[in-house]
């Protein structure tokens, strides 16, 4: 029933820039947290940002500055803004969805994941 789709992944040169998109349905989803995550090859799956249903964003330190989240409700859409890529950007990355809790200030477990786009950084 719930489906995250995530696209716009694909190579990209050192430095450049990247948007990924991830497209909700089967879900209000202007009532979910959206995470985003990556794994590299060979590695676990980690955490790279939140995005809550108020609009802000948490962020890992190392994409802080270069990442940026954002979210179209009407859509249904949230969306991955990468700038200066480095090549340890490399991965497959992920969009989750997760209930809101105690209204829009805290998020809570990961209900559902996407499949996947898969983003290549060359020197």
Known sequence: ???????????VQAGGSLRLS???????????????????????????????RDGKTVYEDSVQGRF???RDNAQNTVYLQM???????TATYYCAAAPSLSGVSACGGNTAWGQ???????S
């Open 1 to 11: 029933q719930v489906q995250l789709v995530e696209s716009g992944g694909g190579p």
């Open 83 to 89: 700038d200066s890529l480095q090549l340890e950007d």
């Open 68 to 70: 940026t989240l954002s």
């Open 22 to 52: 991830c497209v909700a349905s089967g879900l209000d989803f202007s009532d979910y947290c959206m995470r985003w995550f990556r794994q590299a090859p060979g590695k676990e799956r980690v955490w790279v940002g939140l995005i809550r």
């Open 116 to 122: 996947g786009t898969k983003v290549t950084v060359s």
